[in-house]
């Protein structure tokens, strides 16, 4: 795609010198671009990047997107510039015009947790279907999601060279959603689940993040399918808003997943097998499969479940999709598990963290036989806003009442997890071993001090604590 075709999808004049460019990618970070990109100056909440367009010209961008006039550029860098209202509603709707023109189906996947592993397995899942699209990462905001649709034709890439795009939702504040869904209409799609993650920006709490995420089922196209977690209750009342579009003489569908009876894709005869994942039979509207799942941690099913739905809406069968589960990979720092020199095994799992995926670490270790300890490393949760110490006394207290033998809490609010585990711990008569630093540096040097044979340890907390960077405390 030229510059002068990007420029005629956002109905703008095209500068001579640029007409016949074809970028090889687009970017919003200066300091990371790459020779023969497009750059675009957004304003952001904290800077504004046209003060980054000589850099970005300078280090090999092959034009800027701007949205007010940069007197101090020469006149060459300045005939480098497309003109637009607002940069960050010009890089959407770009990424609008793209889809639009490619025409064929997304899906769309939110929820509160597990989304980037949800599309991940969703991608394989799909495989058979044709050829796949998946965001990279969690490109999945307001910046984000134009860029995941960019990449669909930077480095030679070309949108025809996909069937299907897979692209993952977030959002921090409600509306988020909706506009996510103005730039990519869903044909799918997908909600995993509920939780109290951001929930500093919802007044309303629990309710107010389930209405935020329904945005994506309002914003399905008129024909198209919400695949809902029937095991959440918030997420399978959505299911309301597809029966309401129906009333409305469309063709919206429901469908749920999930170990609920109501489930059109569920598992049954679960096997937790602790570090080698689980294995299940997927039972589907076309039929049933044995699946082994290489992911640590019982609460992978169901972001299985949620991609087997999503390929068996696209008529892949059982027994093809139970083959792809089972090349399933963790992504970085969501549930690595690592074998150290020493004898003990090291679950990464910090990427991030919140009361319920913590609650669900305490499953995991439970389910890890013949463990001589079991070690829970738990970082920080943030944004949760006035309810932050009690979620974190709450998380302490359930557990000191589950198996882990040694609880360190790293920085801030944990300080309540393990304060409350201590005060339950003793009720109970004083099992669990506590202790609490305030850095991801000191945790890592009480781990060197700590770990033995034989332990299993798993670390977890928000992404801001960057609890993964203790690992580098012990030897390879």
Request: one cysteine or more; proline letters at 5%.
């Amino acid at each position: 795609m030229t510059i002068a075709e990007i420029a005629a999808l956002l109905g703008l004049p095209c500068p001579a010198a640029l007409q016949a460019i074809a970028p090889t990618g687009f970017s919003i970070d200066s300091r990371a671009i790459r020779a023969g990109e497009i750059f675009f100056a957004i304003h952001g909440k904290r800077l504004d990047a046209h003060a980054f367009v000589p850099e970005a010209l300078a280090r090999g961008a092959c034009a800027a997107v701007v949205h007010r006039d940069l007197p101090a550029l020469s006149a060459d860098a300045a005939a480098r510039c497309l003109r637009v209202p607002d940069t960050l509603r010009a890089m959407q709707d770009l990424a609008r015009a793209i889809l639009k023109r490619w025409g064929r189906p997304i899906v769309g996947i939110t929820g509160s947790m597990g989304k980037t592993t949800a599309k991940d397995l969703t991608e394989l899942t799909l495989a058979p279907y044709g050829r796949v699209y998946a965001s990279v990462g969690n490109l999945n905001n307001e910046y984000g999601l134009p860029l995941a649709v960019f990449k669909m034709l930077s480095d030679g890439r070309r949108p025809d060279d996909y069937d299907i795009a897979v692209l993952e939702m977030g959002m921090n504040e409600k509306g988020e959603i909706a506009r996510l869904c103005e730039i990519a209409p869903p044909d799918v799609s997908v909600v995993l689940n509920v939780a109290p993650v951001h929930i500093e920006n919802f007044p309303d709490g629990l309710e107010g993040i389930a209405e935020a995420k329904a945005e994506i089922v309002h914003g399905l196209k008129p024909d198209g399918v919400a695949i809902l977690n029937a095991d959440d209750p918030r997420v399978a009342r959505m299911a309301a808003l597809v029966l309401a579009r129906r009333q409305d003489h469309r063709g919206a569908q429901a469908m749920y997943f999930g170990r609920h009876e109501a489930a059109h894709v569920t598992a049954l005869e679960v096997e937790p097998r602790g570090l080698l994942g689980s294995s299940f039979t997927l039972s589907t509207l076309k039929g049933a499969a044995a699946v082994e799942l290489p992911l640590i941690g019982e609460h992978h099913i169901g972001n299985a479940l949620a991609a087997a739905a999503v390929a068996t809406r696209f008529g892949v069968s059982p027994e093809a999709i139970a083959a792809q589960l089972k090349l399933a990979r963790p992504g970085a720092h969501r549930g690595v598990a690592r074998r150290y020199a020493g004898g003990f095994t090291v679950v990464d799992d910090a990427y991030n963290s919140n009361p319920a995926a913590l609650l669900e670490a305490l499953r995991l270790l439970e389910q890890v036989p013949d463990a001589a300890r079991r070690i829970l490393i738990a970082g920080e949760m943030r944004e949760l806003g006035e309810q932050a110490a009690a979620m974190h006394a709450a998380c302490g207290t359930a557990i000191a009442q589950s198996a882990v033998d040694i609880l360190l809490g790293v920085g801030g609010q944990a300080r309540h997890l393990v304060e409350a585990a201590q005060a339950e711990s003793a009720r109970r008569g004083g099992r669990l071993a506590t202790a609490f630093v305030e850095t991801a540096e000191a945790a890592g040097a009480w781990l060197a001090a700590q770990a033995r044979a034989g332990d299993v340890i798993l670390i977890k907390g928000s992404r801001g604590v960057r609890l993964e960077t203790c690992l580098e405390a012990l030897p390879a």
